[in-house]
């Protein structure tokens, strides 16, 4: 689930950090550049794991911070094709899933990948949402919003960004992640 | 920004946990001062969940060690420690083409999981055990607490 990725970057330090010691100052600016971003092909950023190396400090004419070159591990989040993960439901719709992993939103299960066979129901509760229930064996198991599901990775998609947006469409994703329950021991852990 | 290597190094969740707990993220109200960033802190909330919570180093060691002669993919190595499972069919989807490699062999790696990785503070089996014991002891405990107060 998780990796490290090696990158080079050239920051700026703002003067107001000067005062604290440099491997600080140099985390705190990584971090708020990178923290709970995604990078395309890398995944989502979690942590700033170290700092290998810093270089330069230099000064610009004109500017009144200094520049570094810095070498840094990151920790990223990026799930292989084909790995388990357990996640919460978020919301249930006729298009499929949407689960959660509480840091992590964008995870769905189209309805092609479902366990086959299965249908919905208006979900009696709330409106707009239905409940997708597993026809196995003259049985049905729904799955609610109880307890984790356990998903496979089919693939994950990093959507280019769009340069508008009606108003009022879902926020942009910039990284999407399709799951399937289609296969034994797949869907809600209380199922098996 | 240049990447150097996208992929330095695969992180077990346990590895991620022991980084996210050596810089101080805990359960309890000093969150607030810990240097930690909320997003950092749902990861967190994630992992101590899942099975990652509860092993050691030494765990995961002697498992790498052990699985060896099942001839696993690195990434199967990483999904089993990961997910912790407890029976052939959690298995089934982590280990491609189970039948034809492993076959028979299952058994033995699900008793090898279970005996080396501790179980996730929420797997059905071991839960009823814990809360059955806990029942018959919470009373007693509470009254000679107050016994011993008076």
Same mark, same amino acid.
């Given at each position: 689930?998780?990796?490290?990725?090696?990158?080079?970057?050239?920051?700026?330090? =703002? =003067?107001?950090?000067?005062?604290?010691?440099?491997?600080?100052? *140099?985390?705190?600016?990584? /971090? %708020?550049?990178?923290?709970?971003?995604?990078?395309?092909?890398?995944?989502?950023?979690?942590?700033?794991?170290?700092?290998? %190396?810093?270089?330069?400090?230099?000064?610009? =004419?004109?500017?009144?911070?200094?520049?570094?070159?810095?070498?840094?591990?990151?920790?990223?989040?990026?799930?292989?094709?084909?790995?388990?993960?357990? @996640?919460?439901?978020? /919301?249930?719709?006729?298009?499929?899933?949407?689960?959660?992993?509480?840091?992590?939103?964008?995870?769905?299960?189209?309805?092609?990948?479902?366990?086959?066979?299965?249908?919905?129901?208006?979900?009696?509760?709330?409106?707009?949402?239905?409940?997708?229930?597993?026809?196995?064996? /003259?049985?049905?198991?729904?799955?609610?919003?109880?307890?984790? *599901?356990?998903?496979?990775?089919?693939?994950?998609?990093?959507?280019?960004? =769009?340069? /508008?947006?009606?108003?009022?469409?879902?926020?942009? @994703?910039?990284?999407?992640?399709?799951? %399937?329950?289609?296969?034994?021991?797949?869907?809600?852990? %209380?199922?098996? | 920004?240049?990447?150097?290597?996208?992929?330095?190094?695969? $992180? &077990?969740?346990?590895?991620? $946990?022991?980084? $996210?707990?050596?810089?101080?993220?805990?359960?309890?109200?000093?969150?607030?001062?810990?240097?930690?960033?909320?997003?950092?802190?749902?990861?967190?909330?994630?992992? +101590?969940?899942?099975?990652?919570?509860?092993?050691?180093?030494?765990?995961?060691?002697?498992?790498?060690?052990?699985?060896?002669?099942?001839?696993?993919?690195?990434?199967?190595?990483?999904?089993?420690?990961?997910?912790?499972?407890?029976?052939? !069919?959690?298995?089934?989807?982590?280990?491609? #083409?189970?039948?034809?490699?492993?076959?028979?062999?299952?058994?033995?790696?699900?008793?090898?999981?279970? &005996? +080396?990785?501790?179980?996730?503070?929420?797997?059905?089996?071991?839960?009823?055990? !814990?809360?059955?014991?806990?029942? #018959?002891?919470?009373?007693? &405990?509470?009254?000679?607490?107050?016994? &011993? #107060?008076?």
């Amino acid at each position: 689930m998780f990796y490290l990725s090696l990158i080079e970057h050239t920051l700026r330090l =703002p =003067p107001q950090l000067l005062g604290l010691p440099l491997n600080e100052a *140099i985390k705190g600016v990584l /971090e %708020s550049l990178f923290l709970d971003k995604v990078i395309a092909n890398l995944g989502l950023c979690i942590s700033v794991y170290d700092i290998r %190396s810093i270089d330069g400090g230099f000064v610009f =004419p004109g500017d009144g911070a200094s520049t570094y070159t810095v070498e840094f591990r990151l920790v990223m989040f990026r799930p292989f094709v084909g790995e388990i993960i357990t @996640a919460k439901l978020k /919301e249930s719709d006729s298009n499929g899933l949407r689960l959660t992993l509480g840091f992590f939103d964008d995870i769905y299960i189209p309805v092609h990948l479902m366990p086959n066979p299965s249908h919905s129901e208006p979900d009696p509760e709330k409106k707009n949402q239905v409940i997708w229930m597993w026809d196995y064996q /003259e049985q049905k198991f729904p799955i609610d919003g109880i307890g984790e *599901i356990s998903f496979q990775v089919q693939s994950v998609t990093y959507p280019p960004i =769009p340069v /508008e947006q009606p108003k009022e469409s879902k926020p942009f @994703a910039p990284m999407v992640i399709i799951g %399937s329950l289609d296969y034994d021991g797949l869907g809600p852990v %209380s199922w098996w | 920004m240049k990447i150097k290597k996208a992929n330095a190094g695969a $992180l &077990t969740n346990f590895e991620v $946990l022991d980084f $996210l707990r050596s810089r101080g993220a805990a359960k309890d109200p000093t969150r607030v001062i810990a240097p930690i960033a909320a997003s950092e802190f749902k990861v967190y909330d994630y992992l +101590v969940e899942s099975a990652a919570c509860n092993q050691t180093r030494e765990h995961i060691n002697e498992f790498l060690k052990k699985c060896q002669k099942y001839d696993l993919a690195k990434a199967e190595i990483l999904n089993i420690i990961n997910v912790r499972p407890s029976s052939p !069919v959690e298995i089934d989807p982590i280990i491609e #083409e189970c039948e034809k490699r492993i076959g028979e062999g299952i058994e033995e790696l699900i008793e090898l999981v279970e &005996t +080396v990785l501790p179980a996730p503070p929420s797997q059905p089996n071991t839960e009823d055990e !814990v809360v059955a014991d806990d029942g #018959e002891q919470q009373p007693p &405990t509470a009254a000679e607490g107050m016994e &011993t #107060e008076n």
